[in-house]
C-alpha cells in the first residue's frame, strides 16, 4: 500500500481563494479560505477590474493560515499547485509589474472597432454567418480595449497575460502558463497548443504581438521552485516546487473523472458549463475551439452559460431578504433555505419558464434574459425554482448541440460547483435530463483535478487512469424521477427551443433602442 501524500493546490475563484492540501487518496485534508472583498472594483458601470496583487496577497492569507492551524499536515507538502479563473488579462510593464488593474473575466466593456480581416476571409466569415460572433470577439478582447482607450498603457506593456501566469511569476520569478490555462482572448492556437503564427487567418481579432506572450509549458510540467521571497510570504519550504496544472474549469473536469464522450461534467459556478473530454478536436461551436484538456493530447469542448449561478445571488439581492435573515439568525446559508422550498414547487413551475441570458454568449450576441408565462399563482419561490430550471434548459441546448456534432449520447453527468452542494438542484437535473447525476467525495472538485495532475508528476502514480481510479470516487448518484423527465422534455421540446428564436428579433432591436 502506498504511502499517503500531500500537494498544496491554490484555486482561486471569482468571490475567494482557497488553499487545499489534498492527499493522494482524494481527501482534502484541510482548508482555509478567504472571501475577496469586493470580488472587483467597477469604476464604471459595467466594468470588473480587481489589483493583481490582491490575489496574491489572498493566497499568502490562506497559505499562512493553514500552516498555523495544521502545522503537522503543513509539513507533508510535496508541491504546490495552482489554479485560477480564466479570462482574466493583465498587463506587465518592464520591470514586471503591473501598469493597471486587472480585468476580469465578467467585464463587460466593449472595444469599438472590428478586425482587420483580409476581404476574402470577411466573406467567408459572412458566408457562414459569423461576422458578428468574430465582431465581438474582438470588442470583448481586454487587449483591444486598452489598445483603443489606454495607448500610453498599450505602449509601455512588455507582457500581457492571464492571471495565472502572473501568479506563477510571483510564485517562482518565471513567466510561463500552462497550456490549459489558455482560455481568455489572447491569439491561442489550441489545435496545436501554441500561440498563432503571425498569417493565421483570424490572428487580426486579437493581434497582440508575439514578443507580449509568454512562455507556454504542459500541464504537470514544473514551472519552477518558490523564490525565497514567495517561500517567506506563503510560510513555504523554498525548495518546494510549483506544478503547471490548468483553469478551475479545466482543474474541475478532471477532478470529477469525466475523461471519456461518457460522462458530461457540469459547473454550477458564476458560470455555468457543460463539457467533456475527447481527443477530437469537436468545435462546440463555429469558431469557438474547443480548449486544452490536462489531459495530454486532449480537449473539453465547452458551452457556458455566462454568469449561471450568478443568478442565484441576484435573487438573494432582489428577492430573498427574508431568507437572509432568518439564515443568518439560524447560522447557515439562505441558500439552504430557498433549497428546502424548491420541493414546494412542481417541475415547471406552473408554466413559469426562464431563458437565462442575461450576459449573451459570443454565438447569441443579441440575447437578453427572459422571463414568460408569468400569472397570479407565480410566487417568488416559483422564481427561484424557474431560475435553476432556466440554467439548466440552457445546459440542455449545449449538450444537445455536441451531442449532435460529435455523433454520440452521453450516459452520466457529474456535477461541481457551489450549486452541486444541493440535493435538490442535482435531483432536479437528474429529472430534467433523464440521467443519473454524480456528485463525488467533495465540491472542491477543482482542488482534486489540480493535485491529480501533481500527484502524477511527482510519480505517486503511474499516469492519469490510476490517479482517477485512486482519487476521484462516487458520493452521491441522483436517479431521475421518470414521470417528471417526461414533464420536462415536453416543456423543453415544444416551448423552451421556440423561445429564443422567437425573441432574438426583438432582442436585437432592443439594443438599438438607447
Request: proline share 5%; aromatic share 10%; charged share 25%.
Amino acid at each position: 500500500m502506498k504511502k499517503t501524500s500531500v500537494v498544496l493546490v491554490f484555486d482561486i475563484g471569482t468571490q475567494s481563494t482557497r488553499a487545499l492540501l489534498v492527499s493522494s487518496e482524494g481527501k482534502i485534508l484541510a482548508k482555509a479560505q478567504k472571501g475577496h472583498h469586493p470580488a472587483y472594483v467597477s469604476r464604471k458601470s459595467g466594468w470588473a477590474e480587481q489589483d493583481p496583487d490582491f490575489y496574491y496577497q489572498n493566497l499568502c492569507r490562506v497559505s499562512r493560515q493553514l500552516r498555523e492551524s495544521f502545522p503537522d499536515i503543513f509539513a507533508q507538502i510535496r508541491a504546490v499547485t495552482l489554479t485560477t479563473i480564466r479570462c482574466t488579462s493583465v498587463c506587465l510593464g518592464r520591470d514586471g509589474e503591473p501598469l493597471r488593474p486587472a480585468i476580469l473575466w465578467l467585464d463587460q466593456r466593449r472595444a469599438s472597432g472590428t478586425p482587420a480581416l483580409k476581404p476574402w476571409i470577411s466573406a467567408a466569415v459572412k458566408a457562414v454567418g459569423m461576422t458578428k460572433t468574430l465582431n465581438l470577439q474582438y470588442q470583448k478582447s481586454h487587449c483591444n480595449w486598452i489598445r483603443e482607450n489606454e495607448p500610453d498603457i498599450w505602449a509601455k506593456t512588455k507582457k500581457y497575460v492571464l492571471l495565472s501566469a502572473y501568479l506563477n511569476y510571483r510564485l517562482t520569478g518565471r513567466l510561463a502558463d500552462s497550456t490549459a490555462s489558455i482560455v481568455g482572448y489572447v491569439p491561442y492556437d489550441f489545435k496545436n497548443r501554441c500561440w498563432k503564427k503571425k498569417n493565421d487567418l483570424v490572428r487580426p481579432v486579437f493581434d497582440i504581438p508575439d514578443e507580449m506572450m509568454c512562455e507556454l509549458v504542459d500541464p504537470g510540467d514544473y514551472i519552477g521552485s518558490l523564490t525565497e521571497t514567495a517561500a517567506e510570504d506563503l510560510g513555504l519550504n523554498k525548495d518546494l516546487k510549483l506544478i503547471a496544472t490548468g483553469t478551475d474549469k479545466a482543474c474541475e473536469i478532471l477532478g470529477l473523472g469525466c475523461v471519456n464522450k461518457k460522462r458530461a461534467a457540469f459547473s454550477f459556478g458564476t458560470t455555468a458549463t457543460v463539457t467533456f473530454t475527447t481527443s477530437d478536436y469537436l468545435e462546440p461551436e463555429t469558431f469557438i475551439p474547443p480548449y486544452d484538456s490536462i489531459l495530454p493530447g486532449h480537449y473539453t469542448p465547452e458551452i457556458e452559460i455566462f454568469r449561471g449561478y450568478w443568478l442565484i445571488s441576484w435573487f438573494k439581492k432582489e428577492f430573498a431578504q427574508k431568507e437572509v435573515m432568518e439564515a443568518l439568525e439560524s447560522d447557515i446559508q439562505p441558500e439552504e433555505l430557498l433549497n428546502r422550498r424548491l420541493k414546494e414547487i412542481p417541475a415547471g413551475c406552473d408554466g413559469l419558464l426562464l431563458q437565462p441570458y442575461f450576459t449573451p454568449n459570443l454565438t447569441m450576441p443579441e440575447a437578453k434574459g427572459s422571463v414568460i408565462g408569468l400569472s397570479d399563482v407565480h410566487t417568488r419561490i416559483h422564481l427561484y425554482r424557474a431560475i435553476i430550471e432556466g440554467i439548466n434548459f440552457a445546459l440542455m441546448d449545449g449538450m444537445r448541440h455536441m451531442e449532435k456534432k460529435g455523433g454520440f449520447r452521453f450516459e452520466e453527468i457529474r456535477v461541481g460547483g457551489g450549486g452541486a452542494q444541493s440535493s435538490e438542484i442535482c435531483q432536479i437535473t437528474a429529472d430534467m435530463f433523464g440521467l443519473p447525476v454524480v456528485r463525488t467525495q467533495t465540491y472542491e472538485v477543482s482542488g482534486i483535478g489540480s493535485a491529480i495532475s501533481a500527484f502524477v508528476t511527482l510519480g505517486v502514480f503511474e499516469d492519469y487512469r490510476e490517479a482517477l481510479r485512486c482519487m476521484v470516487h462516487k458520493k452521491d448518484v441522483f436517479k431521475p424521477n421518470r414521470r417528471q423527465h417526461a414533464v420536462y422534455r415536453k416543456l423543453y421540446e415544444e416551448v423552451y427551443q421556440q423561445i429564443y428564436p422567437r425573441l432574438s428579433g426583438i432582442y436585437e432591436k432592443m439594443s438599438r433602442i438607447k
